[in-house]
Nanobody
Framework: QVQLVESGGGLVQPGGSLRLSCTVS????????MGWFRQVPGKQRELVARITNGGMTNYSASVKGRFTISRANAKSTVYLQMDNLKPEDTAVYYC???????????WGQGTQVTVSS
């Protein structure tokens, strides 16, 4: 099983930046991609960025050009650099690991991002 711990959230003004981190540990065999999701109360969790083991990235239309997903430390840490933040980016952000056989796995506790003046 994969364990995930997100950090780096906080309060930031519109136009500001934050970098989220996700520490990944446990059984990583079969994991071929990592993703960042976000969720606001009353809405479904949304995939905003994904990176494969080969380094290929994908972004949702709402964050493309502003957010950047990356990996480091032999893929044990996944980052989400968020620039030019907008109030509509306010959400709890979660990372997750995608297995070739079982899909997205268990969720961590998430980290709150609030964009407000």
């Amino acid at each position: 099983q994969v364990q995930l711990v997100e950090s780096g959230g906080g309060l930031v003004q519109p136009g500001g930046s934050l970098r989220l981190s996700c520490t990944v540990s446990g059984r990583l065999l079969g994991i071929y991609a990592m993703g960042w999701f976000r969720q606001v109360p009353g809405k479904q969790r949304e995939l905003v960025a994904r990176i494969t083991n080969g380094g290929m990235t994908n972004y949702s239309a709402s964050v493309k050009g502003r957010f950047t997903i990356s990996r480091a430390n032999a893929k044990s840490t996944v980052y989400l650099q968020m620039d030019n933040l907008k109030p509509e980016d306010t959400a709890v952000y979660y990372c997750n690991a995608h297995s070739a056989t079982t899909g997205w796995g268990s969720w961590g506790q998430g980290t709150q991002v609030t964009v407000s003046s």
